[in-house]
Nanobody, 123 residues
Framework: QVQLVESGGGLVQAGGSLRLSCAAS????????MGWFRQAPGKERELVAA????????YYKDSVKGRFTISRDNAKITVYLQMNSLKPEDTAVYYC????????????????WGQGTQVAVSS
């Protein structure tokens, strides 16, 4: 089992910044990748960014490239999402997820999920 706990969400004005954190515990030694997803009201959940535990390779959704940065601290088993130049369309519930399945890649599938943290960006 893997437990994921997100923190760092909140309300920010457009152009501002937030940093999300995801602390992982449990059998994370076999985790291939960690990802940040988001889901806005009335929309499907989408993968925003992902990172490989071992290689550090990353993936970013086109709309966040250059604004968001995903990083990891292997010692703390924590993944971060630094979000800069936030826009109202970034408003969503952000979820941390872990991919512990074999033969997967940064796109998943992801099989463990955190509870989510709300990010609201005002115009």
């Amino acid at each position: 089992q893997v437990q994921l706990v997100e923190s760092g969400g909140g309300l920010v004005q457009a152009g501002g910044s937030l940093r999300l954190s995801c602390a992982a515990s449990g059998r994370t030694f076999s985790s291939y990748a960690m990802g940040w997803f988001r889901q806005a009201p009335g929309k499907e959940r989408e993968l925003v960014a992902a990172i490989s535990w071992s290689s550090g390779s990353t993936y970013y959704k086109d709309s966040v490239k250059g604004r968001f940065t995903i990083s990891r601290d292997n010692a703390k088993i924590t993944v971060y999402l630094q979000m800069n130049s936030l826009k109202p369309e970034d408003t969503a519930v952000y979820y941390c997820a872990a991919d512990t399945l074999p033969d997967s890649d940064l796109m998943g599938p992801y099989n463990y999920w955190g509870q989510g943290t709300q990010v609201a960006v005002s115009s």
